[in-house]
């Protein structure tokens, strides 16, 4: 028999990084495991959906019977199992298709899978020797600015995930859905040769997950042709890449807009909430009326029901008719940190850009829609 013994709060927290791509319904029953191995290197913890894969080292001291052990078990059921245990000591213990989990007085068995079967994520032998190095702060801050404008099913299967681009000392973070555009930038350590590649939405969101707040911890990030590997904290973190073209997103960013204003954030995001409480799934548009001094907002849905908004602006330029999907404007103003949001417009028949004073490195563009 295989034994494994560790702490509940270090197996929890491993497993709790890890979970995020187990999928609930799977094609293949093994995927809904995670795989443990305790060789003389120490003990891993490995998830993967044959796509993305996350492979967790832990900090921890474990104890184990043999110096070679490997099992895949129920992500979801053992972490269950040690939320609800009490603090204290795990022990795992596998034989012949069963694993028993002992924490304190309590007693699970579940059933097991061979570690031979779990499809591991075969590495790429092309990664280049220069990864790029990142603190996770800004890492995720930028992702927090753009990961919203990802498309979600689109047949243009490159748009379902973000283009990252490393070019000199400067790093852009692009998505888009086709109807709208952010790009945020940060400045690199080391001047790098311009590379690009287009990550799954999946893998930015969990990466997105994942990442830490504290201003000393770095990412690691290496390249191949097709495969990411992104290495933080005990983790590493391997993902496919998106083959494709990604749209020219330096010509879709709107430059030389004569009619600019400044708004408050939350004033405008309250406005915009109010007013969408009259649009539903086949109504989104909002009408947007700027006149010297006044911003106007307008929905009318299918029963010719009319909810409007006036905002007291400091704005002098042209008087501009323009609508627009109102939910781009909900989610970007929900992950635009800033007190102050600035528009720039050309006509009602262009493209708008949203920009914030403090945060000079970030575009959000949205087209117009006919209303």
Same mark, same amino acid.
């Given at each position: ?10 197996? $929890? ?31 891993? *913890? ?37 939320? %609800? ?18 924490? %304190? ?25 220069? =990864? ?9 801050? /930028?992702?927090? /600015?753009?990961? *919203? ?7 243009? !299967? !490159? ?15 692009? =998505? ?58 005990? /983790? ?46 086949? *109504? ?10 006044? $911003? ?30 109102? %939910? !781009? ?43």
């Amino acid at each position: 028999m295989n034994r494994l013994t560790s702490s509940r709060d270090e197996l $929890l927290k491993l497993l709790g990084q890890g979970a995020g791509i187990v999928e609930r319904r799977q094609t293949l029953p093994i995927l809904a495991n995670v795989l443990i191995q305790h060789n003389a290197n120490g003990t891993l *913890f490995i998830t993967s959906d044959m796509e993305v894969q996350i492979r967790l080292q832990t900090g921890e001291a474990v104890q184990t019977s043999a110096e070679d052990a490997a099992i895949t078990v129920n992500m979801r059921k053992l972490l269950d199992i040690l939320r %609800a245990a009490s603090p204290g000591n795990v022990t795992l213990e596998w034989s012949d298709g069963k694993m028993t989990v002992r924490a %304190a007085k309590s007693r699970f068995s579940l059933q097991t899978l061979p570690a031979e079967d779990f499809p591991l994520v075969r590495a790429a032998t092309d990664f280049s020797d220069h =990864a790029l190095r990142l603190p996770q702060k800004l890492l995720k801050r /930028l992702l927090g /600015l753009t990961h *919203f404008a990802m498309a979600q099913h689109d047949i243009r !299967y !490159y748009l379902n995930g973000m283009l990252w681009v490393a070019d000199g000392q400067q790093m852009h973070l692009v =998505a888009t859905d086709g109807h709208r555009m952010t790009l945020a930038s940060a400045p690199l350590e080391k001047a790098v040769e311009r590379r690009e590649i287009i990550l799954p939405r999946k893998t930015v969101l969990e990466l997105s997950r994942l990442l830490s707040d504290e201003d000393d911890a770095m990412i690691d990030i290496a390249l191949a042709s097709n495969q990411a590997r992104l290495t933080m904290d005990g /983790l590493e973190f391997t993902s496919k890449l998106i083959e494709g073209k990604f749209p020219d997103y330096q010509r879709v960013v709107p430059k030389g807009h004569r009619n600019m204003l400044q708004v408050e954030r939350t004033t405008l995001q309250a406005a915009l909430q109010r007013v969408a409480i009259l649009t539903n799934d086949k *109504f989104k548009g909002v009408r947007v009326n700027l006149e010297p001094g006044l $911003l106007r907002l307008t929905s009318i849905n299918a029963e010719q029901e009319e909810a409007q908004e006036e905002i007291d602006v400091d704005y002098g330029g042209d008087v501009i008719e323009i609508g627009f999907n109102i %939910a !781009y404007l909900i989610d970007a103003l929900a992950n635009m940190p800033s007190d102050q949001i600035r528009l720039e417009l050309l006509d009602g028949n262009s493209s708008a850009l949203f920009t914030m004073p403090d945060e000079p490195n970030f575009k959000y563009v949205v087209m117009p829609m006919r209303i």
